[in-house]
């Protein structure tokens, strides 16, 4: 039996094109950063080629964006130096806004940056459809002194998209900066200048473009007080040492352009696929979907089973059909999830919860056969 990937919310293949526009870069000697001779200026030639597709694509400037390692280090580096250039900027705040919607490389450097500056770390409530609460957000900036807002734009659960552009108008209202993750937001447009926002992360593991590459945009990385987390060279302008991985920045760029291109139509065949997997479950099975199914990643269903345990489905469905109880980065972890605690979800249910999300390389007779597979099992143990 074919085994059928459904987890493209912790990691999408490389798209074929990208695999393509890397595959001879690996073979190519030279460092970008060495200026004596051609073969550097081949690499330094790709990297700006790469930078320019970004810059199109993102609405940004050159200078703007910084190569990281991916998402993780990105939210750190925007966390750990972010938060000094704001307490400078607006000395008299001392508090940090964000959610449990937030990733846990977010989640964990806030508490770190909190403690350490010795600021007030709040969190705004979530409404029942996964959606941060504007009303709760705008009455917390009116009851305290905010320096910084951490905000995801889709998140990587439950698949809900954030109303984004109304937190920015709040967090310029208020003279806050605002901190975007953007790396699960493929589908959306992302218009850095037009957001206006202070910091913002993309990955490109996300968006079928290789592991271990990501970028940080943000308009204060000329800012005198911005420190690096990774020194010992002068590479990026001294703001992350490091050679940087051409091959890896390549494929990033023809991913982030490929999907750009296919954005809306591939977001209508995703969800297309999704509504029909969900059809297929409801048929048989008692389902429950959390998070609002109007706006959210196209891919995306974090449901439940009705009193069936989700690690029971999981395990017995292994190898053949891939899936997960929430974000890769909590393992198999049951502990009762923040964001199910938040949204008002009895533990009970939320026990019951999984992620399936489908992705560019998902077929309808794969769609077809997850079904098949998920109602025989539930039948089998009931």
Not at 218 to 226: E, I, M, T, V
Not at 303 to 320: C, K
């Amino acid at each position: 039996m074919k085994n059928i990937y459904l987890d493209y919310n912790s990691h999408t293949p490389c798209d074929i094109s990208v695999i393509k526009a890397m595959q001879d870069i690996w073979s190519q000697p030279g460092n970008p950063h060495s200026d004596g001779h051609s073969f550097g200026w081949n690499k330094q030639t790709l990297v700006s080629d790469s930078l320019k597709i970004f810059t199109d694509i993102y609405d940004c400037f050159e200078e703007e964006l910084l190569f990281t390692s991916g998402a993780t280090e990105a939210n750190n580096l925007a966390i750990y130096s972010g938060i000094p250039i704001a307490e400078k900027t607006n000395p008299q705040a001392d508090t940090i806004l964000t959610s449990h919607l937030e990733h846990k490389s977010v989640l964990n450097p806030l508490e770190i940056a909190a403690s350490k500056h010795g600021l007030k770390l709040l969190y705004v409530d979530i409404t029942s459809d996964g959606i941060i609460d504007l009303q709760d957000l705008q009455t917390k900036f009116k009851q305290n002194s905010v320096l910084w807002v951490s905000c995801t734009m889709t998140n990587g659960v439950i698949g809900t998209n954030q109303p984004i552009y109304q937190v920015a108008e709040l967090c310029q209202r208020y003279d806050a900066m605002l901190h975007v993750d953007a790396s699960q937001a493929g589908y959306l447009d992302i218009s850095c200048h037009d957001l206006e926002v202070d910091f913002l992360t993309l990955s490109a593991h996300k968006i079928y473009g290789p592991s271990g590459i990501g970028l940080l945009y943000s308009k204060h990385l000329q800012n005198l007080d911005f420190m690096p987390m990774i020194s010992g060279g002068g590479q990026q302008d001294g703001l992350r040492a490091g050679t940087l991985p051409v091959p890896l920045i390549v494929g990033f760029a023809d991913a982030a352009k490929v999907l750009d291109e296919v954005r809306e139509s591939e977001a209508l065949r995703l969800k297309k696929l999704r509504d029909a997997l969900l059809d297929g479950l409801n048929q048989t099975l008692e389902i429950r979907v959390f998070g609002n199914m109007e706006d959210r990643h196209p891919g995306n269903l974090y449901l439940a089973i009705e009193n069936f345990d989700s690690m029971q489905l999981l395990n017995n469905l292994q190898p053949y059909l891939a899936f997960s109880l929430g974000s890769a980065c909590d393992g198999l972890s049951r502990e009762y999830s923040p964001i199910m605690k938040a949204m008002s979800v009895p533990k009970e249910l939320a026990e019951c919860a999984f992620r399936i999300c489908i992705g560019r390389m998902t077929t309808t007779a794969e769609i077809d056969l997850a079904i098949d597979m998920i109602i025989a099992e539930v039948k089998k143990v009931s």
